[in-house]
């Protein structure tokens, strides 16, 4: 599997702290930025990891803020982007199994630390379940669809 990675400023110890877990998942990355922790924009980097989501160019994308909601946020605005903020394995999971969401948003300083390698194992060892989700998941795009 290949990720897009990004975080802003808040989130770049974090996602550095991550790309050995990546690693040793097997997962591939492509590191969007940010390179370091002065203060940038998080729409920026959101946006760019969102889009390669949407064209195919990675299966799944990988965001880290301060709380995972402004990058979530802007993810969502790419249409054909599902992106969830998990501050727990459960909501991570749960997303990826019923939700299919695409991109996992996580916040660095309202997640603990010890919790996201638990939090990020879960999501990538987590599949959509379709069936019965499938339908609500449909009506999501249609919604996008619809207000574009």
Request: overall charge negative.
């Amino acid at each position: 599997m290949r990720i897009a990675l990004a975080s802003d400023h808040a989130g770049f110890a974090e996602k550095e702290r991550l790309k050995p877990l990546l690693s040793d998942l097997g997962i591939e990355f492509e590191d969007f930025g940010t390179t370091s922790e002065e203060s940038v924009d998080y729409p920026d980097f959101a946006v760019l990891v969102a889009q390669a989501v949407a064209d195919g160019r990675v299966q799944q994308g990988l965001l880290v803020c301060g709380s995972g909601t402004g990058m979530a946020i802007t993810a969502n605005k790419v249409l054909g982007v599902r992106a969830a903020v998990a501050w727990s394995d459960e909501t991570a999971r749960l997303a990826r199994q019923h939700n299919d969401a695409n991109v996992l948003a996580i916040g660095a300083r309202t997640t603990p630390l010890s919790d996201i390698p638990r939090i990020v194992r879960a999501w990538f060892s987590s599949d959509f379940e379709g069936g019965r989700h499938t339908d609500r998941v449909k009506k999501i795009s249609k919604i996008e669809l619809a207000e574009r």
